[in-house]
Nanobody
Framework: QVQLVESGGGLVQAGGSLSLSCTASGRTFSNYAMGWFRQAPGEEREIVAAISRSDIITYYADSVKGRFTISRVNAKNTVYLQMNTLKPEDTAVYYC?????????????????WGQGTQVTVSS
């Protein structure tokens, strides 16, 4: 089992920045690729970004490319999501997730472990 705990959500004005963290415990963190997903009210959960086990390969959804950065520090069992130039449409609950898929997964069903989510609200 892998337990994931997100932190760093909150309320920010449009154009502002937030940094999310997700700390893992349980099995060896470096054995898993990691992803950040989000779910807005009334919408399906969608992938935002993903990162391979060794921090070499990353993926970004088109909607966040150039504004968000995913990174990880395996020694700290933590994955980060730096969110800049936030827009109201970025408002959602953000989840981190772990997958054994290589180099990472793009679909929810590929992820075995999930955090509880953290709310991000961007005001206009």
């Amino acid at each position: 089992q892998v337990q994931l705990v997100e932190s760093g959500g909150g309320l920010v004005q449009a154009g502002g920045s937030l940094s999310l963290s997700c700390t893992a415990s349980g099995r060896t963190f470096s054995n898993y690729a990691m992803g950040w997903f989000r779910q807005a009210p009334g919408e399906e959960r969608e992938i935002v970004a993903a990162i391979s086990r060794s921090d070499i390969i990353t993926y970004y959804a088109d909607s966040v490319k150039g504004r968000f950065t995913i990174s990880r520090v395996n020694a700290k069992n933590t994955v980060y999501l730096q969110m800049n130039t936030l827009k109201p449409e970025d408002t959602a609950v953000y989840y981190c997730a772990a997958t054994s898929s290589l180099p990472y997964g793009l679909a929810e069903r590929q992820y075995q472990y999930w955090g509880q989510g953290t709310q991000v609200t961007v005001s206009s």
